[in-house]
């Protein structure tokens, strides 16, 4: 079946430090892949998808790019701020398809 | 504008007494979802539905039950709830399509006493 694997968190990163999450996929056919962030006590929002082999979804300075060779979706941010800190998943389906999640990853930045 | 509301935002109920979670969309979406999130996990889809057409995960308990009487609204009911069914509920609508995400509800939050 469909399964997301993603980096275990949490991620400490200072803020304007450079981050990334990394978030690999197996799928069979070609998913949409997504970037949901959590803010606590909050139900998930999309921050960023891709549809097809090497589109870049991009979002409020977060980028992932769909790589299909390397079955990859990893996420990046060039300088994080504290209203960054969150929990991000990586997803992966759309429509009809079950969206199937992976584990999420904690991101605290600190001032 | 809120799209996809449920209520209420914070649930307490007692061990084996039911609740029913409710959830409405203003999208106009035929698919809905709901997922249970425990603290620090991934949500765990519980069940979907395409249209009204309703779709069990396999390994979702029978406690666990569901009803969408139109397009807009669709429940969660939880016939007798165990201490181990604390967590958010969220729901979730999508069009059609596999090119389209899915828009949550701001979750509920169930505490069971």
């Known amino acids: 079946g469909d399964s997301v694997t993603q980096m275990e968190g949490p991620v400490t990163l200072s803020e304007e430090a450079f981050l990334t999450i990394n978030c690999t996929y197996t799928?069979?056919?070609?998913?949409?892949l997504f970037w949901y962030v959590q803010y606590p006590g909050e139900g998930l929002q999309l921050l960023l998808k891709?549809?097809?082999?090497?589109d870049k979804g991009s979002n409020k300075g977060f980028e992932a790019t769909y790589r299909k060779e390397t079955t990859s979706f990893h996420l990046e941010k060039g300088s994080v701020q504290v209203s960054d800190s969150a929990v991000y998943f990586c997803?992966?389906?759309?429509?009809?398809?079950?969206?199937?999640f992976g584990t999420g990853t904690k991101l605290q930045v600190i001032p | 504008d809120a799209m996809v509301i449920q209520n209420p935002r914070y649930q307490v109920t007692q061990f084996g007494k039911p609740v029913t979670l409710s959830c409405s969309q203003t999208?106009?979406?035929?698919?809905m979802y709901w997922y249970q999130q425990k603290s620090s996990q991934a949500p765990k889809l519980l069940f979907h539905?395409?249209?009204?057409?309703?779709?069990n995960e396999a390994d979702t308990p029978d406690n666990f039950q569901s009803r969408r009487p139109n397009t807009s609204f669709c429940f969660l009911d939880i016939r007798s709830p165990g201490l181990g069914d604390a967590a958010m509920y969220l729901c979730?609508?999508?069009?059609?399509?596999?090119?389209?995400?899915?828009?949550f509800g701001q979750g509920t939050r169930l505490t069971v006493v």
């Open positions: 891709a549809t097809k082999a090497d």
């Open positions: 979730a609508t999508s069009r059609q399509g596999r090119e389209t995400e899915a828009f």
């Open positions: 999208l106009n979406h035929n698919v």
């Open positions: 997803a992966l389906g759309g429509g009809y398809q079950k969206v199937t």
């Open positions: 539905y395409y249209d009204k057409d309703f779709n």
């Open positions: 799928a069979t056919g070609y998913p949409s």
